[in-house]
Structures are given as C-alpha cells and as structure tokens.
C-alpha cells in the first residue's frame, strides 16, 4: 500500500523559509516521478515543483529562483526548500508521485497547510 506523508509547514512572515518533507512509503521515490501541487482556497490545484526520476526539475514560474525540490533516496523521501515566502504562497501543499510513464499522478499525501503574513 502506498503512503505519502508531508511534514514541515506552519505559519511565518513574509521572507522566511520553510522545508516540506514528504516520507513515501509502498513506492521508490527514486525510480518515481515526484511532485508538490498546492491549494489555495478559491484557486485551481497548480503544480509547484516537479523531480524526475533521472533527477531533473521543473518549477512554476512564481516560484523559481525561490523554491528548491529535492530527494533523498536513502531515506525514500522528497523536499521542498521553500525560501522568500510571499503572501501568496499560502495554501495547502500536497505531495504526490507517479511511474513517469503515465499521465495522472496516482499517490497523494494529506497534505501540510503553509501561511505566510505579511
């Protein structure tokens, strides 16, 4: 059975820094395909960071040169280093993964809720 878990988010001030960490369990995050969406209320899902399984990143626009994504295969876990928060990057950010090969990301976490005051 797959499992993802997110840890790491809370409230700070705009500038600060957070890390998210997501523990996957049931799957290998190295040979996945690995990604953090986030929600805010009233707004569509969006993708923030992606990490394949070849170790290459994507980010969305609002959060490049700002957010690192990253893995640890010896731990089977995935990060984002979330740097220079803004206002707007407060939602719920949620971790999930996938075999590269398909089109629909399978496995989810709960979800880790960030808020950022300005």
């Known amino acids: 059975q797959v499992q993802l878990v997110e840890s790491g988010g809370g409230s700070v001030q705009a500038g600060g820094s957070l890390r998210l960490s997501c523990a996957a369990s049931g799957m290998t995050v190295s040979r996945s395909c690995m990604a953090w969406f986030r929600q805010a209320p009233g707004k569509e899902r969006e993708a923030v960071a992606n990490?394949?399984?070849?170790?290459?990143?994507t980010y969305a626009n609002s959060v490049k040169g700002r957010f690192t994504i990253s893995k640890d295969n010896a731990k089977n876990t995935l990060y984002l280093q979330m740097n220079s928060l803004k206002p707007e990057d407060t939602a719920m950010y949620y971790c999930a993964g996938k075999w590269c090969a398909v089109r629909q990301y399978t496995a989810w976490g709960q979800g880790t809720q960030v808020t950022v005051s300005s």
């Open positions: 990490i394949d399984n070849a170790g290459g990143t």
